[in-house]
């Protein structure tokens, strides 16, 4: 991660404040679609990239709705990328074997296996990403408290998503700080990072003792109460219903090859 | 039953590591006064704050609010009667959204969702940010942030409102903004601070704190005007008592 | 490194999401038990500094690359094992949500591989033990070095075995242990160091925080049942996954160049299906986009 990852963090958490229909949803049904949604995404096979493509209908419509930006979602999904990219890309290398044949050409098994890895990859990281965009961090905290989620962990959750804005932008002035006074070096040795990441230690533990006198004086007992309104309504039924009806599609159905075979029996 | 609202008499307080931050303080505060609380760093202005709050205990002293002493069993009363409004405002401002925020007291002392609910809009509205209610507080500008941050504490209908530099990293039009709403409260009001210009402006009463003493205790005009006071205080005249730089005249 | 939806098989990312849940509600019922109030923001602010940390990239002496705190061992050290499991899992929640780092099925094998890794294996059995109760110098930096490697290795036997029992990727487990030990055992060791390092500053400012006290025996407890329950889920998984002819058995039967299975033609019908499903579903997307723009404008 980088000092930009905070922006790229408050962006999207910003996106969410606005008054769109993917907003107007319920926290909670939208954390079990997603949750629905990923599980699904996982249950196809090594050599089914075919069947993944009913599943784009779920983050696109959402963005939609929700007046996400693609590219909102684009640089997250590059960034978090090298991982699976890595381990996508040992596939063909690994699996030479010709799995298709098209047109007299061989396509191996690993390529089709590095391109099903990449698109569920897309699928699942684009569904986590739009969640938060459409939802806000704080409901989507709400909607985990009141699916049973352990209060000190939603407590945990809020004050770490709190607080990090302004601890990063407090470890971003002490790097700006360094670059200014080495302009030699491109990061810091091991050696000034931990008494830089100590100076940032030892002021976090003092603000966390000014906000605990804060809370205090507040009449703070250990619990962070949050007043969220509101019960799933008619919109969220239809939401959860298409959903549901999508997932069960994609998963029971082979869209493409019967939408395909329609065609092909359509034609004369 | 007294007449004051504010008692602290003969209090010392040492922190942890053994620095003697107040050496016998005493005050009385009584209904509708306004009192600027001046000092240098280090002089015992923010830990007499906490010792109001009830953050920290006296090692000797004591202090009362209202028809309390100030001891953890009376704490519950101590906050329903004295609001703090902490120096940073990303101290105060702890929960996601602004409204969250500005609720949190109110639930806290367990009132009822609508009585909360208009408790929040009226101190929001009070202090004009009632346009900010559901934004993050990491996204707001200084002078929006003091300003919720005393929103937070008006919800508590406290008797007392105690601020720590409140015009501390604000612009000047926020700092403007911030003296005439503090003096269009009709609270008592404790402000500690190192601008002078705005205790001049929204206190009439003055105490300087000189290495954990009470070193001048008086209406405002007259102690700000005694040079050999803020001098040992480390502090300098408000401007507007200063001379004139262009043309010499006393202020 | 985090465990990626991509390569997980929905058994083996829920049975590990179970085990992930069983032990935050463990922790979060003895942070609850013991309630101190002063903890709260103090964890909070924890788990806002690890992510501060990690944007603060450092460079790695004598390899050119770069590095940064993972957090896990320092949490513990500074809280305790539940209360900085609890700060790791909402550090890890929120890198699922805002930066797509592993996703959210994956989200229990990472709590697990980064969390449980250090605080519940590295630390009590590996830190606690070497540092004793007042480290000082060289044994806070081989405690914090060896405590470092325990837990990023750990953490990679965990990404190895979660991958290769889900059967996603044909990367058969000898080799891929082999890419990813090494590397993580250098990494820990760096963790380790960052972890003394900043564990020395922070007791040299502020000698009054103690070390967490010493983990209970049902703390060793906790420990013990948290490691079964991740071997015997992971062997489950593998069991399952071997069972299954498109498992690990295939994999490793591949691999070992085993008889291919004949190419199937190109199956064309379902290309053009595809391309059908992805234009109707464009076009959908195209249609909302637009009547949201109006409703914007209007």
């Known amino acids: 991660m980088t000092v930009g990852g905070a922006g790229q963090l408050g962006s999207l958490g910003a996106l969410a404040s606005r008054d769109t229909p993917a907003a107007r949803l319920d926290a909670r049904v939208k954390v079990l679609a997603t949750l629905a949604f990923v599980a699904v995404v996982a249950s196809f096979g090594r050599h089914d990239l075919l069947r993944l493509a009913p599943l784009a209908l779920f983050p696109l419509v959402l963005a939609a709705l929700g007046d996400v930006p693609l590219r909102a979602l684009l640089r997250p999904l590059a960034l978090a990328a090298p991982f699976a990219l890595g381990v996508a890309a040992f596939e063909p290398l690994l699996d030479r074997a010709p799995a298709f044949t098209v047109g007299g050409v061989a396509i191996s098994g690993g390529a089709v296996g590095m391109a099903t890895i990449l698109a569920k990859f897309a699928l699942s990281l684009s569904a986590a990403l739009l969640l938060v965009a459409t939802t806000g961090f704080d409901h989507v905290c709400v909607a985990l408290r009141r699916l049973g989620a352990p209060r000190a962990l939603v407590a945990q959750l809020l004050l770490t998503h709190r607080y990090l804005f302004v601890l990063a932008a407090e470890a971003g002035r002490s790097l700006r700080a360094h670059a200014l006074r080495a302009p030699g070096r491109r990061r810091p040795t091991l050696r000034v990072a931990g008494t830089m990441l100590g100076a940032l230690l030892v002021r976090a533990l003092a603000r966390a003792e000014r906000i605990h006198a804060a809370m205090k004086c507040r009449g703070f007992e250990g619990e962070l109460p949050l007043v969220r309104r509101g019960r799933p309504g008619r919109p969220d039924a239809l939401f959860a219903a298409a959903t549901a009806a999508l997932l069960l599609v994609a998963r029971a159905v082979d869209v493409p090859a019967r939408l395909g075979a329609g065609l092909a029996g359509g034609l004369p | 039953m007294s007449h004051h609202l504010v008692g602290v008499d003969d209090v010392h307080y040492a922190y942890p590591d053994g620095t003697q931050a107040l050496r016998g303080v005493s005050f009385l505060l009584h209904h509708g006064e306004s009192l600027g609380l001046v000092g240098a760093n280090g002089a015992g202005k923010s830990t007499l704050l906490l010792l109001l709050a009830g953050v920290v205990f006296p090692e000797r002293g004591a202090v009362r609010v209202g028809d309390w002493p100030v001891t953890p069993a009376t704490l519950p009363h101590v906050r329903r009667s004295l609001g703090m409004v902490f120096q940073d405002p990303d101290d105060q401002l702890f929960m996601p959204t602004v409204e969250d925020d500005v609720a949190f007291g109110p639930l806290q002392l367990g009132l009822p969702p609508d009585e909360v609910r208009a408790r929040t809009a009226a101190a929001l509205a009070r202090v004009g940010a009632a346009h900010l209610g559901p934004r993050m507080p990491h996204r707001l500008s200084g002078g929006e942030k003091r300003a919720v941050s005393i929103a937070t504490v008006l919800a508590m209908s406290p008797d007392v409102l105690v601020m720590d530099e409140p015009s501390a990293g604000l612009d000047p039009a926020s700092r403007r903004g911030l003296v005439e709403q503090l003096q269009a409260f009709e609270h008592t009001k404790i402000v500690a601070s190192h601008d002078l210009d705005l205790v001049y402006e929204v206190c009439r009463r003055t105490i300087v704190l000189v290495g954990g003493t009470v070193a001048a205790d008086g209406p405002t005009a007259e102690v700000l005007a005694r040079r050999d006071v803020l001098a040992a205080a480390r502090l300098e005249p408000p401007l507007r008592l200063q001379g004139c730089p262009r043309c010499g005249a006393a202020g | 490194m985090h465990m990626s939806d991509a390569l997980l ?26 309630p101190d109030a002063r903890r709260v923001p103090l964890m909070g602010v924890l788990g806002a500094f690890v992510f501060a940390a990690q944007t603060v990239n450092f460079s790695i002496p004598g390899t050119g690359s770069s590095g940064h705190l993972m957090g ?39 709590v697990l591989n980064m969390g449980a890794a250090s605080c519940f294996v590295a630390y009590p059995l590996v830190f606690r033990p070497l540092a004793g109760a007042k480290p000082t110098g060289a044994r806070l930096v081989v405690a914090s070095t060896l405590g470092g490697v325990t837990s990023l290795v750990l953490g990679a036997l965990g990404v ?31 963790e380790g160091l960052a972890t003394a390092a900043l564990l020395r500053v922070l007791w040299r400012a502020r000698p009054e925080l103690a070390p967490a006290s010493a983990p209970s025996r049902a703390a060793r407890m906790f420990t013990v049942a948290i490691a079964a329950a991740a071997v015997l889920v992971a062997g489950l998984g593998a069991r399952l996954a071997s069972a299954l002819p498109d498992g690990l058995e295939w994999s490793v039967a591949r691999t070992a160049g085993a008889a291919p299975a004949e190419p199937a033609p190109v199956p064309l019908p379902a290309v053009a299906g595809v391309g059908i499903t992805l234009a109707a579903v464009a076009l959908l997307f195209a249609l909302l986009r637009a009547l949201r723009r109006r409703a914007r404008g209007a």
């Open chain 3, 9 to 34: 098989s929905p058994a083996v990312g829920g049975a590990l999401w179970m085990v992930t849940a069983g032990a935050v509600a463990v922790s979060a019922r003895r942070v609850e038990r013991a």
């Open chain 3, 72 to 110: 896990g061992l320092l949490l513990a050290a500074l809280l305790g094992p539940a209360a900085g499991f609890l700060v790791l899992a909402s550090v890890v929640c929120v890198q699922a949500l805002f930066f797509a780092d592993g996703g959210l099925l994956a989200l229990g094998a990472n």
């Open chain 3, 160 to 190: 190895v075995a979660q991958t290769t029992a889900s059967g996603v990727s044909t990367l058969p487990a000898g080799p891929f242990l082999a890419l990813l030990v090494p590397i993580h055992a250098v990494i820990g060791a760096v």
